[in-house]
């Protein structure tokens, strides 16, 4: 690994993963809430919502799968450097993956758990444009009093395409991150379209 390649991470490690994990938990428990991060720093490629995402969740017991979009020298060095997580090739393998919107439409191969541990699937972190700007949806379910409306830039069939990998309570969570935000969809939220 090129030294060159390395960049600086948070300013204060663990403080600023701590917040970072708080900030992840809080999307999911409050499932089309955006929660915004502190200031963090960025990194070629990756939004600074998803670069703290990262450097918070990932650790050497979390294999990260890597869209192709992702999959570049400066990214690899600096999150096995940084979070010292083994990189696979293997989608059946992560316990992370690093998506763009384009990726979504299969999700095919990730671990959903199983029905003794549900909580060993795999979490998707995605990467936006925006938060905003897509089909407006009525999310439901734990977390939400009534419901949230939600409108994320991604294609309809990833809606379809998540539906086909929940078998509750195994299934995929997922974290959207664009700029300094996030959402989180935990596979618990049911999604149905706004109507007019």
């Known amino acids: ?11 204060d490690p ?16 409050g499932p089309g809430l955006i929660q915004t991060l502190q200031p963090t720093p960025s990194l070629e490629g990756l ?6 995402l990262c450097l918070a969740l990932l650790d050497v017991d ?9 999959d570049t020298p400066l990214i690899r060095a600096n999150l096995a450097f940084h979070c ?22 299969d999700l095919s191969g990730f671990d959903h758990g199983n029905d003794r541990y549900p909580d060993q699937s795999c979490t998707l972190l995605v990467q936006l444009p925006s938060l905003d700007g897509g089909a407006g949806l009525k999310w439901r379910g734990p977390g939400i009093e009534s419901e949230h409306g939600v409108a994320l830039p991604v294609a309809d069939g990833f809606w379809r395409e998540r539906e ?9 969570d997922l974290f959207f991150a664009a700029g300094h935000d996030l959402i989180g969809l935990p596979r618990s939220t049911r999604i149905a379209e706004e109507r007019a």
Do not use: H, N
């Open 1 to 11: 690994m090129s030294a060159q390649l390395l960049q600086p991470a948070f300013a």
């Open 47 to 52: 939004e600074p919502a998803t670069y703290a």
């Open 62 to 70: 979390t294999p990260l799968w890597l869209a192709p979009s992702f």
């Open 14 to 29: 663990v403080l600023d993963a701590q917040r970072g994990f708080r900030a992840a938990l809080k999307a999911l428990a």
């Open 164 to 172: 086909r990998r929940i078998e509750f309570p195994r299934g995929l």
């Open 84 to 105: 010292g997580c083994p990189l696979t090739a293997k989608r059946e393998d992560a316990g992370f993956a690093l998506l763009a919107a384009d990726d979504l439409l």
